[in-house]
């Protein structure tokens, strides 16, 4: 019969050798491959089942087929042919199927739109029709106009965060079929279609099988599916044991695919299915040692032999892609050492029998030494957590000094799989989040003058050294290309918002463009006259702007590099310019502290903006509506365009700014400062949101992609990163105008209650720059407030003779309690929520239990003045009470406040938590220091030099196994409870810290200091 050749479409004819029956393994192997005259021995891969292969499936000749105007062939296949039609009735254009019938199989080849016509789902393609015109069956459904995930892979590798987005959209698109009880069983990159926005569709439900206890659409012991991506039970043809965790594998198959572009089973198809019969998935890894390990693990795990063993639904397999994105650790582990070991050997028990004879005997030769093996052990343990301690306080210098390569190598040895990750805590998520932020971090061998990313991400360029610049794989970060110039210095370059093209300005004066995924000698160049200094595209892609230190601002048509337009900056030295949003407008900035609007079709001056002292750089919003500058002071500078007045001014501290660029959606201001730092602003508020350092020996240049997700920084040193813009999204600092005297993270974990200024209460949200005002009760001092720890109520104190519950949802009052002083008073809600502590400085301490409010459960009166905090044991049933004199009280609230123990530490106590499940307590001091008490050793006290002065605030991390201290050297540390050893030191305050607070999760970290800054420090 004749086929068509995969390449050049050639017919070719081939001889079908049938075994008996027409079994399904004699037509796989004829189909293999073919001959074809012109290509040679070409593979020729097909789909085995219900869709069957047929010769030169339907031309159509004909223009119409019932209702529909057939406009174009769009595919062709083994299936039979689908149109590009024309709906006569709708109006509409349509996708419209005309599968290969033979007698008999109408009722099958309806099977599929009967399935898909009930799924509903944005990455589902719809079903619009389906109908039968003189015994042609045909479907139409939504037309997608774009191409296969199979074409996307032709052309090479995606990026893993675009290898996240597809699969993830697919998973959830086949839980909603699972969900409605539809198995696909024919899941490949030919059945995904990506639209031109790159949104993933999945089509033919060709094989799709309801889950029920209807009739199976063939015979158990048929092989169905695409052999290359169909699961084991399906390879075995166990049809009726196939459910949608054989779709699971394909995504598994899919993702193997587009981390190494290599199909994880190879060879014929007879091959291909005894290999996912009998053998385990490889590693991609194996194949490309750049895969990450969570993806790798997650992508073995979709491949697992048993369905058991795979994740049970597509939403788990979307829930953990969506983990990886976002630098979470996933829920799957890889297999271990152990299970490897026992699959061996049940495929292989002759072998594994003699091995573990070898074994036995070796065992009882090593008994002997089992005494002397423990003990190493135990030495290995305190070994490896000394070691641990020292990489966590090496990944706070690493973080603070910007060497991203070198926080990554620090936090590599705690992985999952590398044996020490039962050591991480905290500290070690926290680092490992930091360090995904950033993608790539690669270099050059001279200062970086200015740094580029396409508008998809996937590449990004960098110049500053003579003659030559270069471009990297975002997604490997390997060099693509190294491009020359004949001589001078490539000083600005600039990738196209609509294209792959690279525009670069160098300082012999001449513009050139390039095809960098193609060539390394530009396509195209034109002479602009003095140094080139600074390109820009205009937003539309269509034109480009170039200007030097001196003359006019050239606009040229990207069409013919005809010049459209000179913007003319007199004598001053030019600063920057930036085309508005809608490309219709030039912004210039000179160094006479003035920027002009020029209307650029009419060549009319519109306004001016300042002055701007000493400007540097600027940027328009992305509504076009505000222009934020940057200047030499370290101020950022906010400006209305339409009245030209100027509206706020940041201080974002000492050093110039390099540069800045808004984010495509303008929900971020990005800045880069001549100290290092990379600071994220919020337009909305002109609030700082995030700071880290990114840069050394220069001001530092960034560009943001078109589609916002990836940052691109350059450094004097020479080092380039790539920074994960949605990384950036939740804020890590929050600012009030006052100091931060105490914070208490809600039962959410999204929102904190503070106190600001000693004066009010406020709740802001920890996610968003929101906040929400409690209204003041009186003109008294706010003392404290506490957040009860499952319900909507904070308790707030004061020094007006009373504590008020405020129900944080009502936002009202829902009532008073006399506290019995005007004295300083802390409120304090007991750990299972059942009673409130009310303590004033007095040193009088009354217990109610919060189902009567108005007497007492245990009230008493110390012998000691000037209470300094308390503190509720974790199974609420003792009080630690802390004095300034040194003196410390446990006394149990269960029966009538008797103390229970009593010691003194030195210093003067400023505040106190319980660790390791109450039975230690940890005491920050006026002095510095920490003191350590053992429920153990009650009369032995430990102390040890935690701050060089004052510890304001010590809060224990949910499982008691960490505590956490704040204090006046600006300083927050976190500490092993158990040994007393420092484990990492935390920075950003840049005046003492008041107050700490952990959520219930022990995930977020929140401290609170002088400077009003509001730090937030999340661990995922």
């Keep these: 019969m004749l086929v068509q050749c995969p390449s050049c479409k050639e017919s070719v004819e081939v001889i079908v050798e049938s075994g008996e029956n027409d079994d399904t393994p004699n037509v796989i192997d004829t189909f293999s491959s073919i001959h074809c005259p012109r290509c040679g021995e070409v593979e020729f891969q097909i789909d085995v089942g219900e869709t069957r292969v047929a010769t ?319 003990q190493a052990l135990r030495s290995a343990e305190i070994a490896n957590g000394m070691f641990y301690r020292a990489q966590m306080n090496l990944a706070t210098e690493h973080l603070r000094s910007g060497d991203i390569h070198a926080l990554k190598q620090v936090v590599l040895p705690f992985m999952d799989g590398e044996g020490l990750e039962s050591f991480r805590g905290f500290e070690w998520n926290y680092f490992n989040s930091k360090s995904n932020v950033f993608m790539q971090s690669v270099g050059i061998s001279d200062p970086v003058s200015d740094v580029a990313i396409s508008r998809q991400g996937d590449l990004f360029a960098a110049c500053g050294t003579p003659k030559e610049f270069h471009i990297w794989s975002t997604d490997t970060g390997e060099v693509l290309r190294v491009c020359k110039i ?137 509504d076009g509506k505000q222009i934020a500058a940057g200047t030499y002071s370290g101020q950022v500078l906010w400006w209305d365009v339409e009245t030209g007045e100027q509206v706020a001014s940041t201080p974002i501290g000492d050093g110039a700014v390099g540069d800045l660029e808004n984010s495509n959606d303008s929900n971020q201001l990005l800045v880069t400062k001549a100290v290092g730092d990379l600071i994220v602003l919020d337009p909305a508020t002109q609030q700082e949101t995030h700071r880290f350092q990114t840069h050394t020996l220069s001001f530092g240049t960034i560009d943001v992609s078109r589609n916002g997700k990836l940052i691109v920084t350059g450094s004097g040193d020479g080092s380039v990163n790539v920074i994960r813009l949605n990384r950036l999204n939740l804020p890590e600092v929050l600012w009030e105008d006052k100091h931060i005297r105490q914070l208490e993270v809600l039962p959410s974990g999204n929102e904190v209650a503070v106190i600001v200024g000693d004066e009010r209460v406020e709740i802001r949200s920890l996610n968003r720059m929101e906040s929400r005002k409690i209204p003041k009760f009186d003109d008294k001092r706010v003392t404290s407030v506490s957040a009860h720890p499952t319900k909507n109520l904070l308790a707030i104190a004061t020094m007006g003779n009373e504590v008020v519950l ?47 409010l108005t007497t007492p459960q245990t009230q008493w009166a110390s012998d000691y003045q000037k209470l300094s905090s308390i503190s509720f044991h974790p199974d609420s049933s003792e009080l630690a009470v802390t004095f300034e004199n040194g003196q410390v009280e446990l006394r149990n609230v269960l029966k009538g406040g008797a103390i229970t123990q009593s010691f003194e530490v030195s210093g003067g106590p400023l505040d106190a938590c319980y660790c390791l499940e109450g039975n230690s307590l940890a005491i920050g001091t006026n002095s510095g220091s920490v003191h350590l008490w053992n429920r153990a050793e009650p009369r032995k006290v430990s102390s040890i030099k935690a701050h060089r002065a004052k510890v304001n605030t010590v809060s224990s991390f949910p499982n008691g196994q960490r505590f956490v201290t704040g204090a006046r050297d600006r300083q927050v540390k976190i500490w092993d409870a158990k040994t007393g050893q420092l484990i990492t030191t935390l920075h950003g305050h840049e005046r003492q810290v008041f107050a700490s607070a952990l959520s219930k999760d022990g995930k977020t970290l929140v401290s609170g200091g002088l400077s009003g800054d509001i730090r937030i420090w999340r661990s995922k």
Aim: hydrophobic share 35%; net charge negative; charged share 25%.
């Design 56 to 374: 030169n499936p339907g031309t159509m000749s004909q223009e119409k087929l019932a209702h529909f105007s057939l406009l174009k062939l769009v595919g062709r296949g083994g299936f039979g042919s689908v149109w590009l039609a024309e709906d006569d009735n709708l109006g509409r254009q349509v996708a419209l199927k005309v599968p290969v019938s033979k007698d008999n199989d109408v009722g099958s080849l309806l099977h599929e739109a009967k399935t898909a016509a009930k799924l509903k789902h944005p990455n589902i393609v719809s079903i619009f029709e389906v109908g039968v015109e003189e015994g042609q069956v045909f479907i139409a459904s939504e037309f997608i106009d774009g191409m296969t995930l199979r074409d996307l892979l032709s052309t090479g590798k995606t990026t893993t965060e675009r290898t996240c987005e597809i699969l993830i959209d697919i998973a959830n698109a086949l839980q909603h079929a699972h969900e409605n009880g539809v198995v696909h069983r024919d899941i490949k990159p030919a059945n995904i279609i990506l639209n031109k926005e790159g949104q993933p569709f999945v089509t033919d439900f060709g094989l799709a099988k309801k889950i029920s206890a209807e009739a199976s659409i063939s015979s158990e012991g048929q092989v169905l599916g695409t052999a290359k991506y169909m699961s084991p039970e399906q390879a075995s043809g166990k049809t009726r044991e196939t459910d949608h965790r054989s779709d699971i594998y394909a995504i598994g198959i899919i993702l193997f695919e587009m981390l190494t572009l290599h199909q994880p089973f190879r060879g014929n198809v007879r091959a291909i299915l005894h290999q996912k019969i009998y053998e385990d998935a490889p590693t991609p890894n194996s194949l490309d040692p750049s895969v990450p390990k969570d993806l790798e693990t997650i992508c073995l795990k979709c491949l697992e032999r048993d369905p058991e063993k795979r994740y049970q639904s597509s939403s788990e397999v979307a829930e953990e892609l969506t983990r990886f994105q976002k630098g979470e650790p996933i829920k799957a582990r890889p297999v271990s050492s152990i299970e490897k070991t026992w699959r061996w050997c049940r495929r292989r028990p002759g072998v594994a029998t003699l091995l573990a004879s070898l074994f036995l005997s070796l065992s009882l030769g090593l008994a002997g030494v089992s005494y002397f093996w423990i």
């Design 486 to 622: 004949p001589a001078g210095k490539v000083t600005t370059l600039s990738f196209s918002p609509s294209s792959s093209l690279l525009a670069t300005g160098s300082n012999d004066g001449w513009l050139r463009f390039w095809n960098p995924v193609e060539a390394e000698t530009p396509t195209r160049e034109v002479k602009h006259g003095p140094s080139v200094e600074l390109i820009r595209f205009s937003p539309d892609g269509k034109q480009i702007a170039t200007g030097g230190k001196t003359g006019a601002v050239r606009i040229w048509s990207i069409e013919d590099l005809e010049m459209v337009a000179q913007i003319p900056t007199g004598k001053p030295e030019l600063v920057d310019f930036r085309f508005s949003p809608d490309g219709q407008q030039l912004a210039v900035g000179t160094n006479n502290e003035i920027i002009t609007r020029w209307d650029i079709a009419n060549r009319i001056k519109l306004g001016t903006l300042g002055p701007c002292p000493l400007l540097l750089h600027f940027t328009y919003s992305a």
């Design 806 to 852: 405020w129900d944080t949802k009502k936002e009202q009052v829902e009532s008073k309690i006399p506290s019995g002083t005007e004295s300083s008073t802390e409120a304090l809600f007991s750990p299972d929520g059942q009673m409130l502590a009310i303590a004033n400085r007095t040193g009088d301490v009354q217990i109610l239990n919060l189902s009567d």
